[in-house]
């Protein structure tokens, strides 16, 4: 009797569909997550031929295809910010600076970051002040930088050296040379950090 009035009580709240629904809709975002992860793969290898190719009209071909690759698996998984960050690469090697930066903005977006790790998201940043940089955004490069080595301080002698160009451009020498010095302290043979000091101190 117990067991009836259970299996009515189920089948009244529909609970069984319910269920039912839930496990298909699991099994449809597994199968769409492994399919963004073919497209990621897919794309992150014909980034790679494209770095090695000696021929512009073939490194061309290659990363039109890897951008191909890059949007179909965003568009499977915009949650996942891996995806964006290879767009933003791609874009990058294509000289498309302000749209790698609009790819980066959507990986460290609130709907993708939680994706990355710590050590990721100052990557992430550290490439997004660099492509600023370039654009001549030193404000926001500056505040990308200052979270990037406040999340992955070891191993962050680029991020404090790019830090350190941004307050040269700003016109704070001192505040630069601190900035190399601490990338220094952080890599000690970080080559780049150690020649804009040397530029620095002897300017």
Do not use: W
Not at 37 to 64: K, M, N, Y
Not at 135 to 156: F, G, P, Q
């Amino acid at each position: 009797m117990l067991l009836l009035t259970l299996f009515m009580f189920l089948f009244m709240h529909n609970i069984p569909q319910k269920l039912f629904s839930k496990l298909k809709l699991h099994r449809l975002n597994r199968r769409s997550d492994l399919q963004s992860r073919r497209h990621f793969v897919h794309g992150a290898q014909l980034l790679s031929q494209a770095r090695s190719s000696s021929s512009p009209a073939d490194r061309s071909s290659i990363l039109h295809q890897a951008v191909a690759e890059a949007d179909k698996a965003t568009a499977l998984d915009p949650r996942d910010a891996a995806a964006h960050i290879l767009k933003a690469l791609i874009l990058e090697l294509q000289g498309f600076n302000t749209s790698a930066i609009d790819s980066l903005d959507a990986a460290l977006s609130p709907l993708a970051v939680k994706s990355l790790s710590d050590g990721e998201r100052a990557d992430a940043l550290c490439k997004r002040a660099e492509l600023r940089l370039r654009l001549d955004r030193v404000d926001t490069a500056v505040d990308d930088l200052v979270e990037s080595v406040r999340l992955k301080r070891e191993e962050s002698g680029r991020a404090f050296r790019l830090l350190g160009e941004c307050y040269e451009k700003k016109g704070l020498k001192e505040k630069a040379r601190k900035a190399y010095e601490d990338g220094l302290e952080v890599q000690p043979d970080f080559l780049p950090a150690r020649q804009a000091l040397d530029r620095l101190l002897s300017s």
